[in-house]
């Protein structure tokens, strides 16, 4: 049997509901200014998830100095 397994952030989950709700009450014809801004949001929520994961690999490759002791 197979199966299909989605993994998507909040910001992947809320832009692809919002598309689907925005086609299923336009009926496949959704004015122009709708797909811009739903094109515009996936971009944004592409980079937002980008940097997240640049940030989360620095943070997790960090080695933090030894202490140092003042005498």
């Keep these: 049997m197979r199966v299909e397994v989605q993994f ?3 910001a992947m ?3 692809a509901s919002l ?3 925005t086609y299923y ?4 014809q959704v004015p122009q200014h709708l797909i811009d801004g ?3 949001a996936a971009e944004a929520a592409a980079h ?3 940097t997240m994961e640049r940030l989360h690999h620095e943070v997790r490759g960090y080695q933090p100095s030894a202490p140092t002791i003042a005498i």
């Excluded at 009450?25 to 496949?28: G, L, N, S």
């Design 13 to 15: 989950d809320f832009w």
């Design 38 to 40: 739903l094109t515009e």
């Design 48 to 50: 937002l998830d980008e």
């Design 8 to 10: 998507r952030t909040i």
């Design 25 to 28: 009450k336009y009926d496949a």
């Design 19 to 21: 598309e689907h709700k």
